[in-house]
C-alpha cells in the first residue's frame, strides 16, 4: 500500500489490475471504489474508474487453481487506513446507502444510482477532511454503477494522467478565483478557504480516450464547486464562455 500511497501523492493516480469477483457488467469509466472487509477499521479506502472490460488472467491466489476475472482500474483517491481511518461502515448506513448490503464479501457488486450520488458526496468530504479530493468530480462521473472490493494487488496499467503538478500551473496562471463568477474562497473564509479550488478540463478527460500532455492554461480552468456542476448540468458539458453569460451577479 506505501507503494501506492506514494505514486498518488506523486501522480495524483495509480494503476491497478483489480479482481472483481463474478462480476462482467463493468465497462470503461464505470467509477470503482475499494471496501475494506474483516477487520477494523472497515469501510470504503480509494476510489477511481475502470479502464478495461473484464478479462481472464491467472488466479492472483497461488493456491488456486484456473483463472480469476480482473478488470484494469486507474485509482485517483486512497487513505492509510491506519492512519487516516476510512469511510466507515457506519457512516456508509445513513440516508441512501442504508439500502446496501456492505457486509458483503463478493467483488464487483453495484448500488443505485441515489445511493451512488449520495456516496460520492460524503465520499469527497471525508476525503477533503484529509488534505484529499478525487480526480474525478461526482457531477463527471459517466455511469451510476458502482463496484467493490477487499483487497487491491498493483500492476502497470494504461490510464489518463491527472498530474498535480498540471493543478497547481492553471492555478499560478489563473489564480484561485472562480474564472466564472469570480467567488474568491480566501476572501469569504478567510485562511480556512486559501488554496481551495476546483480545476475543470475543459475537455473531459473521458472523452479524449487516449493518454495526452495536458497545457495548464489551454485545458483548465479554475472553477468553484458550483460552476463546476453547472459546466456539467448538460451531458455535453458547457463552455466556460457559455456559463459566464448566464452569470447573474
Not at 500492476?155 to 474568491?184: L, Q, W
Request: overall charge negative.
Amino acid at each position: 500500500m506505501k507503494a501506492d500511497l506514494d505514486a498518488l501523492k506523486a501522480k495524483g493516480f495509480f494503476n491497478e489490475r483489480w479482481s472483481c469477483g463474478n462480476t462482467k457488467r463493468i465497462k470503461p469509466e464505470d467509477r470503482v471504489f475499494l471496501l475494506r472487509q474483516g477487520v477494523e477499521p472497515r469501510g470504503i479506502l480509494a476510489s477511481g474508474q475502470a479502464k478495461s472490460l473484464p478479462y481472464y488472467e491467472a488466479h492472483w491466489d497461488d493456491d488456486q487453481n484456473g483463472q480469476a476475472l480482473y478488470v484494469d482500474v486507474c485509482w485517483d483517491a486512497m487513505v492509510d487506513p491506519e492512519v487516516d481511518g476510512v469511510l466507515s461502515i457506519a457512516q456508509l448506513r445513513n440516508g441512501p446507502l442504508g439500502k446496501v448490503h456492505w457486509s458483503t464479501q463478493r467483488s464487483g457488486i453495484s448500488i443505485a444510482p441515489l445511493a451512488a450520488s449520495f456516496l460520492e458526496e460524503i465520499w469527497r468530504a471525508f476525503l477533503e477532511t484529509r488534505g484529499q479530493s478525487p480526480a474525478v468530480a461526482s457531477e463527471e462521473v459517466s455511469t451510476p454503477d458502482l463496484y467493490f472490493e477487499g483487497a487491491t494487488r498493483t500492476i502497470s496499467v494504461n490510464a489518463y494522467e491527472r498530474d498535480p503538478r498540471a493543478r497547481n500551473a492553471c492555478i499560478e496562471h489563473y489564480g484561485e478565483t472562480c474564472v466564472v463568477c469570480g467567488f474568491d474562497f480566501a476572501a469569504t473564509y478567510g485562511d480556512l478557504g486559501k488554496g481551495f479550488i476546483h480545476v475543470h478540463h475543459v475537455v473531459p478527460l473521458s472523452k479524449i480516450r487516449k493518454s495526452y500532455v495536458v497545457d495548464p492554461v489551454r485545458d483548465l480552468r479554475p472553477v468553484c464547486p458550483n460552476c463546476h456542476a453547472m459546466l456539467h448540468r448538460r451531458a455535453d458539458a458547457l463552455s466556460v464562455e457559455e456559463l459566464q453569460r448566464t452569470v447573474r451577479i
